[in-house]
């Protein structure tokens, strides 16, 4: 209305009928509009972010410094709508076997009765132990009858005619192993009946019942029958916390627990080991309740569990043993780039107290034990001792906690905030006797507050705390590939974490945070230029562009070099994996946050009214071949040349690295839009029909063209230049928490510049 009052008179063929001015001004107008605006909403950033984040996914498939050799195994996204995430990890869980460790597991050391024995002579063999066994030592013979028994292996013969086991896990082929050098052999296994050679004589055991170990039971035990002398036996192995609580009176129970505390602190996996005979009778009672259980149609696995706690009690203690699995390689260098970037590394692990601390300080976890703060289980004072060993990171935050499952799931029951606040100042976090449930609580604390998680294993029992991070990764390893198939990225090693981070993590933000910005900025900037003609065309809902621009402005001319832009790095790899700190560029969001939003707003807004303005005011210097003004058609597409241009030169300025094929594309897409407007001026049913070629022959068009993109790009190539200089400065490097004296990130980042 206030157009028409002020300026109607003077362009009355801009007027709205009085008869339907009403409802007209009231639907038509707004309905014109929106359609003009639908341009707003960039439709092709969804397309677009979903090829680059499939170009990342093969970029990780095709990185050969993620590929196993070994194991002919490359690494895998299995997920690429978060891409970017990776570039923003605040805090990493991990298991321990398997993941930190490469899960190729030895006998190593046992203690029985009151003896401990190891492999440290040459051939690996103690001598004591051999002549233990060959003397028939009733509590030696029972102890490796339980390692070659309480399995759920199969032995087989291999190609070159030797003995082996097919093994569920790890630790039975080592434990069978073990007892295979020292002459207790599991030979076969017939239906369910188990044949050992114990220093050559051959003895048969019928298998009654197999107890299956699980996260829960933490212990494993088998129920047989010696078939000479009809003797049933009950072996167990499994967690000395569960085993030793199940005891009769032993002579040796504290040299036993001596022992694997010992072992522990040699950063040795342990386990207890166990018997128990049964009478006939014994068995047959017990037998018919466990049927009874193995019937029930509801809680059939709790009734299981309560039945298996009946014979599991009362147990003779026959000592523990120790199984070596060595770290992976280049883990301590891996953790420590990982701390430097300012990641905080939880290590979740099933294994006892000592044998979890020793670890950690292995594998740079934990800078010294005098760094580590232990919370004991202790209900009545757990909280007090949170909350003492929180003032005490508060004065030093380089500390780090280790502290129990069953002590995380009380404080998360009975001081949850105390216990979050005092989890995210340490510096790393070391959580031993853990179940899988207990894994995933702890992964779902820190997510819920915020923070941008990812979780690491190998096994079975760390799928649900991989699913239950923001990141799940899992190992390709022994344990087999359901951590793998459960988790968004996998691999063989954990070292490969860094590059997956730094590297492919840094990448993916970078440009994915680029293709965002300039998605919306491009699409903004179009429809700058509509509301500016607004006002010059009497808010008639007239479009300043024809169709065909429109519709080719972003599935052609925009979207494929903001595509390839997948291709640009912003840093060398070398200098990313060599100076760990880097990472804070994306982990603190230096990219997309509201400041560059605004900036990329205020960048559309001011190349629009330049553009608009320009060709509006140099409009009436052109005089076409017919001596008249540009009208409308000819004014659209100078503007819309100058936007093609402008957004080429955008894709330039923004670059750090142009490869040979970004050139291509950037130079092909602007040739081909001339190619368009030319084949599109002998089109009769096109509304630039005969136009373009009166427009290519007046230097007005180039000229205001020009005009128009200089005015619009100077400001940006100022404020780029100034701000790369700033970059090299000791402000910015301070702001990253960057060594301003590294010789080589001075060097790259110039080569970069």
């Not at 935050?397 to 404080?411: P, Q, T, V």
């Not at 007005?700 to 400001?715: G, N």
Request: charged share 20%.
């Amino acid at each position: 209305d206030f157009w028409n009052q002020r300026f109607g008179q003077s362009y009355p063929y801009l007027m709205i009928d009085t008869h339907k001015a009403a409802w007209y001004g009231f639907l038509i107008i707004p309905m014109r509009f929106l359609l003009l605006m639908s341009l707003m909403i960039p439709i092709s950033l969804k397309v677009t972010l979903e090829v680059i984040k499939y170009a990342y996914a093969l970029f990780i498939f095709w990185d050969l410094d993620m590929f196993d050799q070994d194991k002919n195994t490359s690494a895998k996204a299995s997920n690429t709508a978060i891409a970017e995430n990776l570039g923003q990890v605040e805090y990493i869980f991990s298991d321990k076997t398997g993941t930190l460790t490469e899960n190729i597991m030895k006998f190593k050391m046992c203690s029985i009765d009151d003896i401990i024995y190891d492999r440290s002579s040459v051939l690996g063999i103690d001598n004591l132990l051999v002549d233990a066994l060959e003397d028939n030592h009733d509590s030696t013979v029972h102890f490796f009858k339980v390692l070659a028994l309480c399995n759920t292996a199969i032995p087989t013969i291999d190609q070159l005619n030797n003995l082996i086991w097919k093994c569920s896990s790890p630790d039975e082929e080592a434990l069978l192993e073990g007892a295979d050098i020292l002459g207790v052999t599991l030979s076969d296994i017939a239906g369910n009946v188990a044949t050992l050679q114990i220093n050559g004589r051959l003895e048969k055991y019928e298998l009654l019942d197999v107890l299956e170990f699980n996260s829960e039971r933490k212990r494993m035990s088998v129920i047989v029958k010696n078939i000479k002398n009809g003797c049933i036996f009950v072996y167990v192995k499994g967690a000395d916390d569960v085993i030793l609580e199940r005891l009769v009176d032993s002579d040796f129970l504290l040299f036993t627990e001596n022992s694997i505390e010992e072992f522990a602190k040699q950063g040795l996996r342990t386990m207890a080991i166990a018997m128990k005979e049964l009478s006939e009778q014994e068995y047959q009672d017990w037998k018919v309740l466990a049927d009874e259980a193995s019937m029930k149609l509801t809680n059939r696995n709790q009734s299981l569990q309560n039945v298996y706690e009946i014979i599991e009690t009362d147990l003779t203690l026959l000592g523990c043993v120790a199984i070596e699995d060595k770290l992976q390689d280049l883990l301590p260098e891996t953790i420590r780039a990982i701390r430097e970037a300012g990641i905080r590394i939880w290590m979740l692990t099933g294994d006892k107290f000592s044998t979890a601390k020793q670890i950690a300080l292995s594998c740079n976890l934990i800078n010294s034990f005098d760094s580590l703060l232990v919370v004991e289980y202790n209900e009545e004072y757990i909280q007090f001792q949170i909350q003492e060993n929180l003032n005490r990171l508060e004065q030093n935050d380089d500390l780090s906690f280790i502290i129990e499952g069953r002590s995380i799931a009380y404080a998360l029951e009975s001081c949850p905030e105390l216990f979050l606040e005092f989890s995210k100042r340490a510096k790393s976090v070391i959580c031993c006797r853990m179940t899988p449930q207990q894994k995933s609580r702890a992964v779902r604390m820190i997510k819920t507050d915020g923070h941008v998680t990812l979780a690491i294993g190998d096994g079975g029992n760390d799928v649900a705390m991989i699913q239950e991070a923001n990141i799940g990764v899992g190992i390709s390893g022994r344990e087999g590939l359901q951590a793998a198939r459960a988790s968004d990225y996998s691999f063989s090693k954990f070292s490969y974490l860094q590059k997956l981070l730094f590297v492919h993590g840094h990448y993916s933000y970078h440009r994915t945070a680029f293709a965002g910005h300039y998605c919306f900025y491009k699409s903004l900037f179009l429809v700058l230029l509509q509301i500016l003609f607004a006002f010059y065309s009497g808010f008639s809902g007239a479009s300043f562009f024809n169709s065909l621009s429109l519709a080719t402005y972003n599935v052609i001319f925009t979207s494929l070099p903001v595509m390839f832009y997948v291709l640009d790095r912003n840093q060398p790899i070398s200098l990313l994996m060599s100076e760990p700190k880097l990472y804070n560029i994306s982990r603190l969001s230096t990219k997309m946050n509201v400041s560059t939003i605004i900036q990329w707003l205020l960048r559309s807004v001011y190349q629009a009214i330049v553009v608009f303005f320009v060709v509006i005011y140099s409009s009436g210097l052109a005089v076409g071949q017919t001596g008249t003004s540009y009208d409308a058609e000819m004014l659209s597409m100078v503007a819309f040349s100058s936007a093609i241009f402008i957004q080429s030169a955008t894709i330039i300025l923004e670059s750090t690295t142009l490869t040979l094929v970004n050139t291509i594309i950037i130079i092909g897409t602007f040739l081909m839009y001339f190619v368009m407007l030319i084949v599109g001026n002998y089109l009769e049913f096109l509304s630039i029909f005969g136009v373009v070629m009166h427009l290519f022959k007046d230097p007005a068009f180039w000229l205001t063209s020009f005009v128009a993109s200089f005015i619009s790009l100077i400001p940006f190539y100022v404020y780029k230049t100034w701000s790369t200089n700033w970059k090299m400065g000791r402000h910015y490097m301070e702001k990253m928490n960057i060594q301003e004296q590294s010789p080589l990130l001075k060097e790259n980042l110039l080569n970069t510049i």
